[in-house]
T-cell receptor, first 112, second 114 residues
Framework: GNSVTQMEGPVTLSEEAFLTINCTYTATGYPSLFWYVQYPGEGLQLLLKATKADDKGSNKGFEATYRKETTSFHLEKGSVQVSDSAVYFCALKRGGSEKLVFGKGTKLTVNP | EAQVTQNPRYLITVTGKKLTVTCSQNMNHEYMSWYRQDPGLGLRQIYYSMNVEVTDKGDVPEGYKVSRKEKRNFPLILESPSPNQTSLYFC?????????????FGPGTRLLVL
């Protein structure tokens, strides 16, 4: 079946540090891949997405590249800020379906 | 402003007392869905709807019901809540014609069943 595996958290970084959150997936066909962010007390917001192999999604300084050969979609940011503290979810959606399959989430805390 | 609204945002109830969590979207989306979020488990889909009067089970449908009588509304019904349904619930919607393939999420409903 379809599944998403994220690195377990929590992750604690100092401001301006480099961030990587690993995400790998198992899916039939060619899924679309997403990163969602959940700030404290809020719902989920789409952070970035990629719909085919080698696509790079980017937003707010975050990037992730769809790697079909390694079935991965790792989230990166070169210099994190305190305001990036949140829970990050990797997710996939198979073609022809609207269903999102989520990873378990990774909590990021950035200290000043 | 495009949005998904849920009500109530917070709810404390007792075992067996029927409750309904409402969800409404203003984007004319065909697809709507309910998820629950639990620590260490991420988000799991409860039910979804592809359009009016078309609903189907997700991964964890036991103990829940839904209806889709109008395109904009997709209420979640707990006929006889139990403590294991204590969770954070999210409604989401997306449009099949939306090029962006983005699902929009509501702000969440935190439910405590005593």
């Amino acid at each position: 079946g379809n599944s998403v595996t994220q690195m377990e958290g929590p992750v604690t970084l100092s401001e301006e540090a480099f961030l990587t959150i690993n995400c790998t997936y198992t899916a039939t066909g060619y899924p679309s891949l997403f990163w969602y962010v959940q700030y404290p007390g809020e719902g989920l917001q789409l952070l970035l997405k990629a719909t085919k192999a080698d696509d790079k999604g980017s937003n707010k300084g975050f990037e992730a590249t769809y790697r079909k050969e390694t079935t991965s979609f790792h989230l990166e940011k070169g210099s994190v800020q305190v305001s990036d503290s949140a829970v990050y979810f990797c997710a996939l959606k198979r073609g022809g379906s609207e269903k999102l399959v989520f990873g378990k989430g990774t909590k990021l805390t950035v200290n000043p | 402003e495009a949005q998904v609204t849920q009500n109530p945002r917070y709810l404390i109830t007792v075992t067996g007392k029927k409750l309904t969590v409402t969800c409404s979207q203003n984007m004319n989306h065909e697809y709507m869905s309910w998820y629950r979020q639990d620590p260490g488990l991420g988000l799991r889909q409860i039910y979804y709807s592809m359009n009016v009067e078309v609903t189907d089970k997700g991964d964890v449908p036991e103990g829940y019901k839904v209806s889709r009588k109008e395109k904009r509304n997709f209420p979640l019904i707990l006929e006889s809540p139990s403590p294991n349904q204590t969770s954070l619930y999210f409604c989401a919607s997306s449009g099949r014609t939306t090029y962006q393939e983005t699902q929009y999420f509501g702000p969440g409903t935190r439910l405590l069943v005593l």
